[in-house]
């Protein structure tokens, strides 16, 4: 297996991804499960708590990350809804105090697995804290950038089906969906014409992508790219095993001619 070459970009995805999934990351702890990372963070950064902080993480947390228990999960949220506080995963997650932590805390296994199952478990419908988000022009640019980001469909019947909340909130603030579209810097026609990507389809870009840009990594896909990126992900998970399939292709030989039927 080849040897994972860490990038400041990557560096700082994982940090962020594992303190999604609610891992510990402690220096000590991390080095016993994880000692490229914790040393390639501390290299790029400088130090290890530098890396921390930059994936927008207080390292106080990491070095003295409480037990949650559900709880005291459950409190903080009782507590915030009571006070009128945006309880959307968008709004909460960028929060940087408790609530902000249990949200994340409550992903793992041991305790909610996702924040919707917190917020049943606090009596509260989770449908309708997403139905009546506090919506302002600054959440909503944000919000349709990450979900472009992440290639999520953008195009104005998909955004309703999946959320009709951010939709209507679009539109009463830009005077139209489209317009709230480029506020956030993402074309209009460009979502329209999204595509439905298949494994071949995916190849085929990926070969053209690589004449004009010499290679293709993480960094150069999702910036110069981002649908490629997505449907790389999507059917692929990881651009590794995107490559590997190209490879695989180029290297396929070409069928062998069919003989010629006897003649009789």
């Excluded at 207080?58 to 507590?79: D, F, G, M, S």
């Excluded at 309703?160 to 026609?189: C, M, T």
């Amino acid at each position: 297996m080849p040897r994972l070459h860490w990038t400041k970009d990557l560096i700082l995805k994982k940090l962020r991804s594992l303190h999604k999934a609610g891992a510990e990351l402690s220096y000590t702890r991390l080095a016993k499960t994880m000692q490229p990372l914790v040393s390639a963070a501390a290299y790029h950064f400088g130090s290890f708590r530098r890396a921390v902080e930059r994936a927008g993480i207080e390292y106080a947390h990491v070095t003295r990350r409480p037990r949650w228990a559900k709880p005291i999960i459950i409190k903080l949220i009782k507590e915030a809804f009571r006070a009128g506080e945006d309880l959307h995963w968008s709004a909460v997650t960028r929060r940087r105090d408790e609530l902000g932590r249990a949200a994340f805390a409550s992903l793992q296994k041991r305790l909610f697995g996702s924040w919707d199952r917190a917020l049943q478990a606090a009596g509260l419908d989770a449908d309708e804290i997403s139905r009546y988000r506090k919506w302002d022009r600054t959440n909503i640019v944000f919000e349709l950038r990450e979900r472009h980001r992440a290639a999520e469909p953008l195009n104005s019947g998909a955004i309703q089906r999946a959320d009709p909340g951010l939709h209507a909130a679009a539109v009463r603030h830009f005077g139209s969906y489209d317009e709230a579209l480029r506020k956030a810097k993402v074309n209009p026609l460009d979502v329209r014409r999204r595509r439905r990507w298949t494994r071949e389809d995916v190849v085929k870009e990926l070969k053209a992508f690589k004449r004009k840009h010499k290679d293709f990594t993480d960094t150069l896909l999702r910036r110069e790219a981002p649908a490629l990126y997505g449907a790389v992900l999507r059917l692929f998970k990881t651009v590794s095993r995107a490559r590997a399939a190209l490879a695989k292709g180029a290297a396929k030989p070409p069928a062998a001619a069919k003989p010629p039927a006897d003649a009789e």
